[in-house]
């Protein structure tokens, strides 16, 4: 069942972006706010010893779950 949300009473609902079923973004969640999915995925496709510290993200609606992610990048360190 996929979600589906709706800006305005009298806009169309649309579905809302899938997870990605591979790639970095497959093991988190997603949370009502939560981190950006796009700059977690660009972050962590970057090679380790490129990725800037600390990592910093927009928390948006729609976002990977924010304890999952940190607790990720504190395991990768």
């Given amino acids: 069942m996929t979600e589906e949300r709706r800006p305005h009473w009298w806009q169309r609902r649309t579905a809302a972006e899938p ?3 591979e790639g970095p973004g497959a093991a988190f969640d997603v949370a009502w706010r ?6 977690v ?3 962590l496709a970057l090679p380790p010893d490129q990725r ?6 927009d928390i948006v609606r729609r976002g990977y779950e924010r304890t999952q992610v940190d607790r990720v990048l504190r395991e990768q360190e």
Avoid: C, L, M, W
């Fill in 19 to 21: 997870v990605p079923a």
């Fill in 52 to 57: 800037p510290r600390p990592a910093g993200f």
């Fill in 34 to 39: 939560g981190y950006d999915r796009q700059q």
């Fill in 41 to 43: 995925d660009a972050h």
